[in-house]
């Protein structure tokens, strides 16, 4: 898929962007960039310790910022009937606010065309947070989106706006010992 190149210069220079994923309608960033992070948590209204949730296009990318990377996630994601986050250990070479307070972060690898083209339009996992003020309910569709959060993006790819995206992905956890601990289903 070939996205108008505007979005990927934004990106690059560490704009937010408003677009669809394949869960739901996401708010996105470069997720090295901490300013653009930052911009975010301003956007949504969302306290500094919470952390994001970042999508990736391959395992490759992910061993990248995870060091110590559990053989079991591989199985995970060939497993999974849907979306699955997966909250990885020690994380590095992220922007802090993506990372929870203990060093972790959830990584989906997306399969999403519209994901894919944006990730690897940056080279460089990209932030996905829902598309709403913190503690708001996440919209199920472009139309359901806050004003406030659209008037605040700075670019937005209007694909897919009258698709309805309103499932958004399980979440587990896994320890440095492989142990999985269930978050979301």
């Given at each position: 898929?070939?996205?108008?190149?505007?979005?990927?210069?934004?990106?690059?220079?560490?704009?937010?962007?408003?677009?669809?994923?394949?869960?739901?309608?996401?708010?996105?960033?470069?997720?090295?960039?901490?300013?653009?992070?930052?911009?975010?948590?301003?956007?949504?209204?969302?306290?500094?310790?919470?952390?994001?949730?970042?999508?990736?296009?391959?395992?490759?990318?992910?061993?990248?910022?995870?060091?110590?990377?559990?053989?079991?996630?591989?199985?995970?994601?060939?497993?999974?009937?849907?979306p699955l986050?997966?909250?990885?250990?020690?994380?590095?070479?992220?922007?802090?606010?993506?990372?929870?307070?203990?060093?972790?972060?959830?990584?989906?690898?997306?399969k999403d065309?519209v994901c894919?083209?944006?990730?690897?339009?940056?080279?460089?996992?990209?932030?996905?947070?829902?598309?709403?003020?913190?503690?708001?309910?996440?919209?199920?569709?472009?139309?359901?989106?806050?004003?406030?959060?659209?008037?605040?993006?700075?670019?937005?790819?209007?694909?897919?706006?009258?698709?309805?995206?309103?499932?958004?992905?399980?979440?587990?956890?896994?320890?440095?010992?492989?142990?999985?601990?269930?978050?979301?289903?």
């Open positions: 898929m070939v996205l108008d190149p505007t979005i990927i210069e934004a990106l690059q220079a560490g704009k937010t962007i408003l677009y669809p994923t394949d869960t739901i309608w996401g708010i996105g960033c470069d997720a090295t960039n901490e300013a653009a992070c930052q911009r975010i948590l301003e956007i949504k209204k969302r306290p500094e310790n919470k952390s994001f949730i970042l999508l990736a296009d391959s395992f490759q990318m992910i061993e990248k910022y995870i060091p110590e990377f559990p053989d079991v996630c591989y199985d995970l994601v060939d497993l999974s009937d849907k986050t997966i909250i990885y250990p020690n994380a590095q070479g992220l922007a802090p606010s993506v990372l929870a307070q203990d060093g972790s972060v959830g990584i989906r690898l997306t065309p894919l083209s944006l990730i690897r339009g940056i080279r460089k996992p990209l932030v996905s947070t829902s598309a709403n003020i913190s503690g708001k309910p996440f919209p199920t569709n472009f139309s359901s989106i806050d004003p406030q959060i659209k008037d605040r993006v700075d670019a937005i790819l209007e694909l897919r706006t009258d698709e309805l995206l309103s499932s958004p992905s399980q979440i587990i956890k896994i320890g440095l010992d492989s142990s999985i601990q269930v978050i979301r289903s």
